[in-house]
């Protein structure tokens, strides 16, 4: 089996790569980046994959089985169309499953929320595309946090998270670790999934 991952020069998708490649029994991992010189460090094969050039991203999934999306990067509304590049770019190269790491979150009323309505509408798609899928829907990330910190002290608060939009924390490398096993593991396929993790609670819940 042959599994890609986009954006695999970011922190997200390099995590989930190093993840997959230490873990790999006999399956090809190729990453696919913007800027694969971003991306030599991994030891992998490197192909090109811009959001926004649906022929170089249906030419870089040539051969792949299973593809892990990660969220793009660029405004909202300008994400859905770049989401959607990546899955009918999937469709016409034969990927037979997409996985995609979405967001918690509430969909009206918060500084996130035109960014959880474009991964919901991600979601969708991936949902609508016809390929086996897997969703996660990801915590906020703490490493950001961690190293706000002396920011936060000067404000005199973290608001993160808070009041009505309340969710999980989750480190990247824990968030890798999930995503392999969506890839992996087909008898997930079809769900989506809250991804955080706290202590004595199972850090995968389904939520479809
Ligand atoms: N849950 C949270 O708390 C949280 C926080 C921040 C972000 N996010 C989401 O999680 C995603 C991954 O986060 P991260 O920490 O890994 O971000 P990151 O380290 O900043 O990496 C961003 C990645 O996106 C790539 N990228 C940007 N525009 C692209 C395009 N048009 N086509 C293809 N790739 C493109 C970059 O490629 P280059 O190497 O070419 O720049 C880079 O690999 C983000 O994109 C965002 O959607 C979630």
């Given at each position: 089996?042959t ?5 695999v ?12 490649i ?7 991992i190729?990453?696919?980046a ?15 994959g811009?959001?926004?050039q ?7 999934l040539a051969?792949?089985d299973?593809?892990l999306?990660?969220s ?8 859905i169309q770049q989401?959607r590049?990546v899955i ?7 990927v037979?499953?997409i ?9 009206e009323?918060?500084?996130f ?13 991936v ?12 915590g906020?990330y703490?490493?950001?946090?961690v ?9 005199g ?17 824990e ?28 850090p995968s819940?389904?939520?479809?």
């Amino acid at each position: 089996m042959t599994i890609a991952i986009t954006a695999v020069s970011g922190q997200l998708g390099g995590a989930i790569a190093r993840n997959l490649i230490e873990t790999a029994d006999g399956e090809t991992i190729i990453g696919l980046a913007r800027t694969p010189a971003n991306a030599k460090d991994l030891g992998i094969e490197i192909r090109a994959g811009d959001y926004g050039q649906p022929e170089q991203l249906r030419a870089s999934l040539a051969g792949v089985d299973t593809l892990l999306l990660v969220s793009g990067m660029d405004a909202p509304d300008a994400r859905i169309q770049q989401h959607r590049n990546v899955i009918e770019a999937a469709k016409a190269a034969g990927v037979q499953k997409i996985v995609y790491t979405s967001i918690q979150g509430v969909e009206e009323g918060t500084a996130f929320s035109p960014v959880v309505q474009s991964n919901r509408q991600t979601e969708a798609d991936v949902r609508d595309s016809g390929l086996a899928y897997a969703i996660g829907r990801n915590g906020i990330y703490i490493e950001p946090d961690v190293e706000y910190i002396e920011s936060y002290k000067a404000k005199g608060e973290i608001a993160n998270s808070a009041g009505a939009g309340k969710c999980g924390y989750t480190t990247r490398s824990e968030l890798a670790h999930a995503y392999a096993c969506l890839l992996r593991n087909d008898t997930l396929n079809g769900q989506t999934f809250n991804l955080w993790a706290l202590p004595s609670v199972k850090p995968s819940l389904p939520i479809t």
